[in-house]
T-cell receptor, first 114, second 113 residues
Framework: DGGITQSPKYLFRKEGQNVTLSCEQN?????MYWYRQDPGQGLRLIYY???????QKGDIAEGYSVSREKKESFPLTVTSAQKNPTAFYLC?????????????FGPGTRLTVL | DQQVKQNSPSLSVQEGRISILNCDYT??????FLWYKKYPAEGPTFLIS?????DKNEDGRFTVFLNKSAKHLSLHIVPSQPGDSAVYFC????????????FGGGTRLMVKP
């Protein structure tokens, strides 16, 4: 059945290490997004991609990088340059073919820096 | 500068009563608004939406009202059920910015049995 998968669900990283979070969708959506949620706060946009091989910075892109080599996949790398990486990371996708443009979310990855 | 605000971080309601969650926005160019529901450690799930050309949209127990002149929208849940306990986010879309959504900070709803 169709949906968005994120792996792993929990991830621990030592300071100074890069780590890559996976996001895969089989909804045939063109657009994909990465958000970050901190305790008691809303979702903040990190990066988004409207089409394969193209992506744009969101509001808080510093210390993160992405790639979009396939329509189904939009991995996010949290680099050692990200000063406060501990957070809950959410991936979403949407199809621009529909007026509603509803974004559908994956289950999230909780990243903890030790 | 927050363009979408949910000023109540939490709300407690008795089961069977009405829950009203509020959201204010500042950008008059937003043309579409959505409400998402989120349980802890899970991704948000889409609940209901409304276009800026409407003032009301209803889906079962959920109704969203939009007051464009006041730049205010609200989500009504009637009757509230304990399973509705979650964090609710409102989001707004800029018509000329593709699918970009701006989210509010969320309101935690607690429905007491």
């Amino acid at each position: 059945d169709g949906g968005i998968t994120q792996s792993p669900k929990y991830l621990f990283r030592k300071e100074g290490q890069n780590v890559t979070l996976s996001c895969e969708q089989n909804l045939n959506h063109d657009a994909m997004y990465w958000y970050r949620q901190d305790p008691g706060q809303g979702l903040r946009l990190i990066y988004y991609s409207q089409i394969v091989n193209d992506f744009q910075k969101g509001d808080i892109a510093e210390g993160y990088s992405v790639s979009r080599e396939k329509k189904e996949s939009f991995p996010l790398t949290v680099t050692s340059a990200q000063k406060n990486p501990t957070a809950f990371y959410l991936c979403a996708s949407s199809s621009p073919d529909t007026y509603t443009d509803t974004q559908y979310f994956g289950p999230g990855t909780r990243l903890t820096v030790l | 500068d927050q363009q979408v605000k949910q000023n109540s971080p939490s709300l407690s309601v008795q089961e069977g009563r009405i829950s009203i969650l509020n959201c204010d926005y500042t950008n008059s160019m937003f043309d579409y608004f959505l409400w998402y529901k989120k349980y802890p450690a899970e991704g948000p799930t889409f609940l209901i939406s409304i276009s800026s050309i409407k003032d009301k949209n209803e889906d079962g127990r959920f109704t969203v009202f939009l007051n464009k002149s006041a730049k205010h929208l609200s989500l009504h849940i009637v009757p509230s059920q304990p399973g509705d306990s979650a964090v609710y986010f409102c989001a707004a879309r800029l018509g000329n910015a593709g699918n970009m959504l701006t989210f509010g900070g969320g309101t935690r709803l607690m429905v007491k049995p």
